[in-house]
């Protein structure tokens, strides 16, 4: 785990504890690290977890299929960050989602319950790691509203606009590259992958936008951010 200290620095979960205290933490937690492969799965739905992931390195989605196998992406992690962190503590029975790798990855487990309950020794960085987890589930529920609104949206071309909207607000510039290609795109925005690149086309079109592959910029004046 040495090798990837300069990323659990950065992990939320740890945020407030020591670089030093970081390697006798994880093994207090019983962190257990796997590698992956591309497009592996992580997590099954339908499966009962009762750990969480952190990325290490790579890359992993969450995603959910419906009945006639259209995928919806729920959400992209990448590194430092966590994943079915709220279907572990919450002892979901049965998963709704699945967790799979977009590259490939080296991701870090931990048991929820080692997390929750103080280990023998009298860990004092519990209360730490539970108020971290709190703000980390909170931050995950506003993102989630955030997507909410932007799939909410009635049409294509709405829900385009509101996406690209935020992701231009979020990094604060008219110019920026997102993390999707277009079959992701079209899934996060539970779209038809067609119609979508016809609405990109036209925007482009219109003088509202330009782009090439996954790099956008928003032409000043044209759009307001949406959500």
Known sequence: MKNYLDVL???PLFKGIEEENIQPLLSCLSAQPIHFEKEQTV???????????????GQVQVVQDDYDGNRNILGQIDIGNLFGESFA???TKTLPISVITTTTSDLLFIDCHR??????????????????MLRIISMKNISLTKK??????RTTREKLLAFLSTEAKRVGCSRF???FNRQELAD?????????????????????????????ELLQGTVRPSV
Do not use: W
């Not at 023998?120 to 108020?131: D, E, G, N, V, Y």
């Not at 996060?188 to 782009?211: H, I, P, Q, T």
């Open 43 to 57: 997590f099954s739905g339908g499966e009962n977890i009762k750990r969480f992931g952190i990325v290490l390195s």
């Open 177 to 179: 590259c997102i993390s």
């Open 89 to 91: 503590c919450a002892e």
């Open 188 to 216: 996060y925005l539970s779209v038809e992958r067609s119609a979508m690149s016809a609405e990109l086309s036209r925007l482009r079109d219109e003088g509202v936008l330009k782009f090439h592959k996954n790099q956008f």
């Open 115 to 132: 997390l929750a309950v103080p280990c023998t020794r009298a860990c004092s960085f519990h209360s730490k790691l539970i108020q971290n």
């Open 9 to 11: 620095k950065t992990v």
């Open 148 to 153: 909410i609104e932007v799939i909410s949206k």
